[in-house]
């Protein structure tokens, strides 16, 4: 027997089906510490805090002390620390930031291409959160303050 | 003309941005945008612009720039620019101007043009990359009324409360007004939805209140919240009637007393579905009166507490994905008629080329008639589809 599209409605059906049995992709597997600058006054986040404020949920360490999220362009690292401490598709990931860019609200973030950039931008500013690969060597005014 | 020349202006410098991919312009202000343009067509009928022959009078575009003066301090604007068949034809106006001061994560101020919080998507409407579909469900945000219900001036306070282990309320609470012009979408739209030939002195929420919650339950990704907003407007307008065999144009003032919009929503956001679905109750009590006696001719009501849409997505690869929504808007709770009335079917795809560039499909499968204009030969159909296209870039 010959299936045949009877309606409008067995597309859309169809189309549904493809969806409910497609798989998740599987992103990077590197290891990613959090590092933030040392005047930071956290010294360890929970995987929880880690996420909120990666999802723009958690904006000020204190009082008038606002995060910056530094985001990595570096596709592998961003979507290992996803996959490791985000638990969404980087394009939910993307669109949060984006939404805060587009609509001026949110946290402030900033990408940077460049790990050793991303390192020192980090080290010198001020409320400054980023990730990198867990065995990066660190300068001294940067600290680690999340490891799974 | 001087429109046209800042056009171009903020076209050139978008373009120029784009092809070298700058996020800042300057170390502390950071500069994005948009541009899209889209294509409709409708079997049947016209809506939202000439469909019945197919229109590209549906494009926006926009600009904006980020400055952090302190960590706690921010300041910017936006530069926007649409046209959707014969709304806002491209004129450029500032679409969101504010600055905001973020004391703690529970407490923050924002002052100036402030794009509303209402629902789940009405901040980020003017953002064709932000969502699967290329048109949000009608039920919810209909069209014309975006550039009223968009952007308000004025204040809020917002803030994110912990609540321990039940997760954590986002709110936003506050007082603003906005701007209506006799050229705007909302005018045009309540001069189609009333049979009225002009509408002149409109006064759309000079004063708005209003409160936004969104509870982000301990489930992951699963939060529910509501929005409700009240506000009075009134306008005059022209009102042909049929007297016997002849049709004069009556002046009428139209004045709502109470106007509410209520919305409760819910999104549910795993591994690489997205689920949600939003309510939309809008009332008000309005009252109808001769333009120039004074005389009160007809109550005017609406409840449009049988509207919904509930929508699935889902993303395939990094490249595709696709979504589906049922939508229904109901003026009245008990009416009968198909000029009160629009469910759509609507199933979208979305090919994300790279990250600042994709491209969208969507057919919506029509029923109903409100909103609609007749086609080409002056007929109304009840059942249609309207398909659309739409290429953005964004940086």
């Not at chain 2, 996020?23 to 049947?44: C, M, N, P, R, W």
Request: charged share 20%; glycine share 8%.
């Amino acid at each position: 027997m010959i299936f045949r599209w009877k309606s409008k409605g067995d597309i859309l059906l169809f189309c549904l089906a493809i969806m409910l049995f497609t798989a998740f992709d599987v992103l990077g597997e590197a290891q990613i510490a959090i590092i933030a600058n040392k005047d930071v006054p956290a010294d360890h986040l929970t995987p929880e805090a880690i996420k909120k404020i990666f999802l723009g949920d958690t904006t000020n360490w204190n009082a008038n002390e606002g995060i910056i999220v530094v985001l990595s362009k570096d596709e592998t690292v961003q979507g290992a620390f996803i996959k490791q401490y985000i638990k969404r598709t980087p394009y939910q990931f993307e669109n949060v930031w984006r939404r805060n860019l587009f609509t001026g609200k949110g946290a402030r973030s900033i990408r940077i291409s460049n790990m050793e950039d991303l390192i020192q931008f980090v080290a010198t500013t001020k409320g400054a959160i980023g990730y990198v690969p867990a065995d990066t060597n660190l300068p001294s005014n940067v600290k680690i303050i999340g490891k799974e | 003309m001087r429109t046209m020349y800042l056009y171009k202006i903020l076209t050139c410098l978008m373009i120029w941005l784009m092809v070298n991919h700058q996020a800042a312009l300057a170390e502390d202000v950071q500069v994005h945008g948009f541009i899209s343009q889209g294509y409709l067509k409708t079997d049947h009928n016209n809506f939202l612009a000439e469909t019945d022959d197919g229109s590209f009078q549906f494009n926006e575009m926009g600009i904006n720039f980020t400055a952090y003066p302190t960590s706690s301090l921010k300041i910017g604007c936006q530069f926007f620019a649409m046209d959707l068949g014969d709304v806002g034809n491209d004129t450029i106006v500032v679409n969101w101007a504010f600055a905001e001061y973020h004391y703690q994560n529970w407490l923050g101020f924002r002052a100036g043009l402030i794009k509303t919080p209402f629902g789940l998507y009405n901040d980020t409407r003017d953002y064709d990359s932000l969502r699967t579909a290329i048109f949000l469900p009608t039920s919810n945000y209909i069209e014309l009324l975006r550039d009223t219900l968009n952007t308000t001036k004025g204040i809020l306070i917002f803030g994110n409360v912990p609540l321990g282990p039940v997760g954590s309320l986002k709110y936003q609470i506050g007082t603003t007004g906005t701007q209506t012009s006799p050229e705007s979408g909302s005018a045009k739209f309540l001069k189609s939805a009333n049979g009225f030939s002009e509408i002149s002195d409109i006064v759309v929420g000079e004063r708005i209140y209003g409160f936004h919650f969104q509870w982000m339950t301990p489930v992951d990704g699963l939060s529910f919240g509501m929005t409700y907003e009240t506000f009075d407007y009134g306008f005059d307008a022209i009102k042909p009637t049929r007297i016997g065999d002849v049709i004069i144009d009556v002046p009428i003032t139209f004045k709502a007393h109470e106007a509410d919009y209520l919305v409760f929503f819910g999104e549910y956001i795993w591994n690489n579905w997205v689920f949600a679905a939003e309510t939309y109750r809008h009332t008000e009590d309005s009252d109808v009166y001769h333009g120039t006696s004074g005389a009160f001719l007809q109550s005017a009501d609406v409840d449009t507490r049988k509207s919904f849409y509930v929508k699935v997505s889902y993303r395939f690869t990094d490249w595709l994905e696709t979504g589906y929504y049922y939508s229904r808007f109901q003026l009245q709770p008990d009416t009968d008629l198909d000029t009160e009335k629009l469910k759509e079917h609507c199933l979208s795809f979305r090919f994300d080329i790279n990250p600042y560039w994709l491209f969208k499909l969507e057919a919506h499968l029509m029923n109903g008639e409100f909103g609609v204009q007749p086609d080409n030969d002056g007929h109304i159909y009840n059942e249609w589809v309207l398909y659309a296209a739409k290429m953005s870039f964004s940086f």
